[in-house]
């Protein structure tokens, strides 16, 4: 069965405007750029609503609906437990995060990044920093894990080390500073009721190496039926809408043509779908931000 295509939202990841962008590393994927997207597509919540980002990566959706709804409504969840200790990291002790970032910025090299690969990345705001550290040097954004879940991304050629701004590192901490913070599977949440849960999964069907394990078609699909009926679902992904068998009477789809910026490269044009299982407040409203 084929979905209406309801509208074409065009979004260009480019820097945010805003002083303090709600964005800590450069992940790919990431929604910091979708914020108009988001403000038209997420209704006005009632208080009992609570708002699940499963599959947190970067942390971008959370910051986002922690900025508009207050952190305490918001649960932030990945299953890769170093992506998980960088956002506690940065919710608990941003602080010392900056201080030891400072250091990786100073020592900055091939050889540096390489030695900081090594180390560990999941324990406390130590690891958090080197793992920060290399998130930002990576080569064009790749946060990228072996099978063993170590860090593997190559270390981007010809630039410095980035700059973190320590006023925009609090910040984001003071705005998710009650956030909630798991580390499970996915298929954990299966019983959530009476929620916002988006989903935003590793793309399926994903050839270009960013992501280290994706997921299982069948799994999901199986994930999303038991989600759908009692909560509010907004889904991000990469492929067709009919991979998903959503209902037609159900869901409603809107395409997202993009120029996504990884790091310090911008790719070609790609196309996203966003579909939502939900009635907006107020009538649907062409998107366009060049």
């Known amino acids: 069965m084929v979905l209406d295509i309801i509208d074409e939202p065009f979004v260009i990841n480019n820097r945010s405007r805003n002083k303090f962008p709600l964005k800590i590393i450069p992940y790919v994927g990431c929604k910091a750029g979708f914020k108009e997207i988001f403000d038209t597509l997420i209704p006005r919540l009632d208080q009992n609503i609570k708002i699940v980002d499963i599959f947190g990566g970067g942390g971008a959706f959370s910051f ?24 506690k990291s940065l919710r608990d002790d941003p602080i010392d995060l900056y201080r030891l970032y400072q250091k990786h910025f100073r020592e900055s090299s091939i050889d540096y990044y390489y030695e900081i690969r090594k180390m560990d990345l999941g324990d406390g705001v130590q690891g958090a920093s080197n793992f920060l550290y290399l998130a930002k040097n ?25 700059r973190l701004a320590l006023d925009s590192l609090v910040y984001l901490s003071k705005t998710i500073k009650n956030l909630t913070i798991a580390n499970k599977d996915f298929r954990d ?50 492929n067709k809408p009919e991979i998903f068998s959503l209902s037609k009477s159900n869901y409603r789809v809107c395409q997202v043509l993009l120029k996504r910026s990884l790091q310090y490269f911008t790719q070609k044009q790609s196309q996203e779908i966003i579909a939502f299982n ?6 649907y409203e062409y998107i366009n931000r060049a």
């Open 138 to 162: 990576a080569f064009s954004g790749k946060i990228r894990f072996n099978s063993k879940n170590k860090f593997n991304s190559p270390m981007r050629k010809g630039s410095q080390c980035p």
């Open 64 to 87: 986002y609906a922690s900025n508009r709804f207050g952190s305490e409504k918001v649960t932030y969840n990945d299953n890769n437990p170093i992506v998980v200790n960088l956002i």
């Open 278 to 283: 939900y009635p907006l407040n107020d009538e």
């Open 189 to 238: 949440f299966k019983h959530t009721q009476n929620s916002f849960l988006y989903l935003d999964p590793p793309y399926l069907n994903n050839r270009n190496g960013h992501y280290n394990g994706t997921i299982d078609l069948n799994d999901f699909n199986s994930f999303l039926r038991s989600i759908e009926k009692g909560n509010m679902v907004l889904l991000s992904e990469q």
